[in-house]
């Protein structure tokens, strides 16, 4: 069974320009959720999204966006790039979300740089 | 509102050491509680997990155990190897309602041979 897949792995752009990120969960899982890492802050939550409803959302900027799918595949977009969003961003899936066991799967990241 | 506390690194230990990382957490409630762990250059992945006080939640040599008393969810293991390198997150999450994990900042482990 496929694990979570994203793309691009790394990236690099530039202050004000915008990112798309995307993510493939395991196959019939129904929830992606996303996380921004940085060395400082830790794991802090973005959004979740659950039947292409966004179901939870953490204490970011509206720059921060995101979107599901019908295929479960979601993306998350961040426009207006600046400095502090320089960071690895994780999606991790489940099959529901909240009511079951909590564990999620992660992806390997996708790594933003920006200059 | 919801928090996690982890001990901080970087932790060296030497092989066959014993480790201990230690987590405590503030929350209204009985959240789950959960040990992940990244490699380098990977994802995390789920370690162990406990659900309810008093639970212990054990893999690869690790344990933890839930302890409402001290609100704490300390990782252990007897004897750690090098490839127990890594960056370990203790998490919770509410066992009702469709709320995401909350996660620790993580404490980075490295041992030598």
């Known amino acids: 069974k496929a694990g979570v897949t994203q793309t691009p792995r790394y990236l690099i752009k530039t202050r004000g320009q915008q990112v798309t990120l995307s993510c493939s969960p395991i196959?019939?899982?129904?929830?992606v959720s996303w996380y921004q890492q940085t060395p400082g802050q830790g794991l802090q939550f973005l959004f979740e999204y659950f039947s292409e409803t966004q179901r939870n959302k953490g204490n970011f900027p509206g720059r921060f966006s995101g979107r599901q799918f019908s295929n479960s595949r979601s993306e998350m977009n961040v426009s207006t790039l600046e400095l502090g969003d320089s960071a690895l961003y994780l999606c991790?899936?489940?099959?529901f979300g909240g009511g079951d066991t909590g564990e999620l799967f992660f992806g390997e990241g996708s790594r933003l740089t920006v200059l | 509102g919801n928090s996690v506390t982890q001990m901080e690194g970087p932790v060296t230990l030497s092989e066959e050491a014993f480790l201990t990382i230690n987590c405590t957490y503030t929350a209204t409630g009985y959240p789950s509680l959960f040990w992940y762990v990244q490699y380098p250059g990977e994802g995390l992945q789920l370690l162990l997990k406990?659900?309810?006080?008093?639970d212990k939640g054990s893999n690869k040599g690790f344990e933890a155990t839930y302890r409402k008393e001290t609100t704490s969810f300390h990782l252990e293991k007897g004897s750690v190897q090098v490839s127990d390198s890594a960056v370990y997150f203790c998490a919770l999450r509410w066992n009702s309602g469709n709320t995401p994990l909350v996660f620790g900042k993580g404490t980075r482990l490295s041992v030598i041979a």
């Open positions: 991790a899936s489940t099959i």
């Open positions: 406990a659900t309810k006080a008093d």
């Open positions: 196959s019939g899982h129904r929830s």
